[in-house]
Nanobody, 112 residues
Framework: QVQLVESGGGLVQPGGSLRLSCAAS????????INWYRQAPEKQREWVAA???????NYAESVKGRFTASRDTAKNTGYLEMNSLKPEDAAVYYC??????WGQGTQVSVSS
């Protein structure tokens, strides 16, 4: 069964950092891009970042310079390192590949 499981969310103060993980099971995602999305309450889901199969990354303007996407092929896991977090970064974060559905996401809260 193709599945992605996000983890690593939590509550941090503004300016803090978190590292999200996206663990794949049921398939080898080394050949697929991993996209990260987020959805804040009462807002549409938005694309945040992507890392291609070759490691090339792209970011939304709102997170560029603060977020870093990476992947560990041996562990079949993707990561999203988030630094200098702002209150507006608070959302449920999801990862996705072209052949997987949506996971349950992981909640990121940013508040003092």
């Amino acid at each position: 069964q193709v599945q992605l499981v996000e983890s690593g969310g939590g509550l941090v103060q503004p300016g803090g950092s978190l590292r999200l993980s996206c663990a794949a099971s049921g398939f080898n995602f080394s050949g697929y891009a991993i996209n990260w999305y987020r959805q804040a309450p009462e807002k549409q889901r938005e694309w945040v970042a992507a890392i291609g199969s070759g490691g090339r990354t792209n970011y939304a303007e709102s997170v560029k310079g603060r977020f870093t996407a990476s992947r560990d092929t041996a562990k079949n896991t993707g990561y999203l390192e988030m630094n200098s977090l702002k209150p507006e970064d608070a959302a449920v974060y999801y990862c996705k590949t072209p052949i997987s559905g949506w996971g349950q996401g992981t909640q990121v809260s940013v508040s003092s």
